[in-house]
Nanobody, 125 residues
Framework: QVQLAESGGGLVQAGGSLRLSCLRS????????MGWFRQVPGKEREFVAV????????YYADSVKGRFTISRDNAKNTVYLQMNSLKPEDTAIFYC??????????????????WGQGTQVTVSS
């Protein structure tokens, strides 16, 4: 079993920055693709970014390209999402997701097996 725990959310003004962290515990001997999704009330959970199991590929949603950066520290079993130039429309609950190996559909919720509880990000105008 794998557990994911997000941290780093909070309230920030537009134009500001936050760094989210996701600590993966449990089974650690396999390589996992690690992704970030976000959701606002009444809307579907949407893809934000993903890093492949071998760290050789990263993908971003068009809405965050150039502003967000995903990275990971394998020694710490932690994946990060650096968010710069935040906008009010980035306000959401951000979820960390993991899949053993690489998902067939990188940007689909169904491509990931494990999920964290989420961390709230609020961007004020």
């Amino acid at each position: 079993q794998v557990q994911l725990a997000e941290s780093g959310g909070g309230l920030v003004q537009a134009g500001g920055s936050l760094r989210l962290s996701c600590l993966r515990s449990g089974r650690t001997f396999s390589r996992y693709a690690m992704g970030w999704f976000r959701q606002v009330p009444g809307k579907e959970r949407e893809f934000v970014a993903v890093i492949s199991s071998n760290d050789d590929r990263v993908y971003y949603a068009d809405s965050v390209k150039g502003r967000f950066t995903i990275s990971r520290d394998n020694a710490k079993n932690t994946v990060y999402l650096q968010m710069n130039s935040l906008k009010p429309e980035d306000t959401a609950i951000f979820y960390c997701a993991a899949d053993p190996g690489d998902p067939i559909e990188w940007t689909s919720v169904e491509g990931y097996t494990y999920w964290g509880q989420g961390t709230q990000v609020t961007v004020s105008s």
